[in-house]
């Protein structure tokens, strides 16, 4: 959807004075008195849908019919010299995706990081179906080195998705020409290679000067067996007028050089004080550093995990801040080898585990490996639900340890909230799939392919095709909301955070650049299910400056953009 869709409808609105004010929890920046920003409403209806699937929703197969044709090749293990014979991270690495609108036309398109091969692109046609794309004309196919993960961002604000790349030893920056055609910029704009396996990326304004920053992740050099890897120089860098500075050492104090393996990072606000955090997801635990929930504090950093009550996680590698129960505090669940970490929020930079409660329905196995931890209301009733792709770890000699043994049959999982008001839990729905995903699942991406209104799943799998799944239509109405700031640096408001209240509930989501799925990207819009809801009744939103804004009574069956006006 673009700027020329749908009525112009202008508005010039006021918002509440303070949080307290609003009806229930509302994106709160305690002490503060917001500046008030006027935006336009750009409003276009979503097609109609009968009833097709009730709830939890489902996912149908549809790559047979979508015109991908993309088999991940995996990594070949480097050439570590002569005295290297291990081979314990083969497997672990790559499987990024990206779903996004990345040659203007309005379609979602895929890129999928290769690991042994070119990447995959793929032009999107709108119905779900794509053509195959000249990846190495277009400069995306990297083809002369292996590429691990993704991160989309309109860097340089010109209106159009760049696409951030990390393989062994390589970070590029490919910048989008908007002709078709991408160039590697990271090294003339001061962004350095990561010297050994690569973690993820992030983008976020974390200085709320309008342009966007960048958190590199590295993982490390690997260690001889299966004893994780000693780990390297993860990198921030502050935008500067189009250049990438390097400020790690003073805004990310690192406590005694323990950077830890990094698998996934997100820019988000964590503890709604109106600025971007930085969840820093950490393999290994504590043995090469632990996970790490840093506070921004003016631009530079300061880590909470300790004090928030994460503990130790064993393996970790990717997680998601969402407010589960629905009590207007983030909560934390991450991915891991067996059973999944869950934390309920108590407040800012307080945690409480709640795994054994909240996950006591899920039918966790040891062997199981989950990956990428994805928001995905797939019915659209408005309600908490995650999207987990699993998939093994072949690597030696994890994959015949004892307590982790190689199984290959494991599906991916969707997980609803359920039970009780006062006794919630997380519940496996396999019914929401025709067919089981199984596969090595790594790198996830929610984007509606088909244009119908349903958020749809890309899923890139290590060594074989990818998983592509169209959402079923159900009759609970959602929207689609876009955030537009022509004229910034950040025209897509990237770290935007958006509350939608429709029948009595309330959800909050923010715009995300890297950070969704593990070391994959998506499209900047936002997909909010309000249940029998056919309108909405507000949206409350805070931009990445600290801005405000407030709409009442826009569609809810409709794709809508919300384009600030000053």
Known sequence: MTGKEGRLLPLLLLLLAACAEADGPGLGQPGAQPDQASVELLSRPLPSCAAQADSPGLLQDALADSGVDFVHVESPFPDLGPDWEGDSFRGVFGGGVVAAD?????HIDLLLAN??????????????????GDAEAAGLALSDEDTAFLAPADFDGDGDLDVLTTGFGSVRLMQNRGDGHFEDVAEGLGIADVPAYPGTAAWGDIDQDGDLDLFVGAYGLPAEGYEGAEPIDSALYENRDGRFVDI??????????????????RFQDLDSDGDLDLMQVNDFGASR???????????????????AGL???????????????????????????????????????????????????????????????????LDGSGGPALYLSHGPVEGEPLAHDPDYPFDPAQPDRLLVMGGTAEAPRLQSRPEAFDEPQIGRGRGVAVADLNEDGVPDLVVNNIGGAPGLMLGACTPQARSWIRLEWPGSANPAAIGATVRVEAGGRGTTRTVLAGGPGSGSGQDPILHFGLGESAAIDRIELRWPDG??????????????VLRRAD
């Open 311 to 377: 503990g130790e996680l064993p393996y970790p590698m990717g997680g998601i801040a969402q407010d589960l129960d629905e009590d207007g505090i983030l909560d934390l669940v991450f991915s891991d080898l067996g059973q999944i970490s869950v934390f309920k929020g108590l407040g800012p930079w307080s945690f409480a585990d709640s795994g054994s409660v909240w996950g006591a329905d899920l039918p966790e196995q040891q062997s199981d490996a989950s990956w990428s931890v994805v928001d995905l209301d």
């Open 289 to 307: 550093g632990a996970t790490q929930l840093w506070e921004n504090v003016g631009g530079s950093f300061v880590d909470r995990a300790a004090e």
């Open 102 to 106: 990345l040659d203007g036309d309005g």
């Open 115 to 132: 690991g042994g091969g070119a990447n995959g692109l793929y032009w999107g046609l709108g119905n779900g179906q794509f053509s195959r």
């Open 248 to 265: 790690t050492a003073d805004a990310l104090p690192y406590r005694d050089g323990a950077q830890g393996l990094v698998l996934h990072a």
């Open 547 to 560: 801005a405000r804004s407030e709409v009442a009574g826009a569609c809810g069956r409709c794709s809508l």
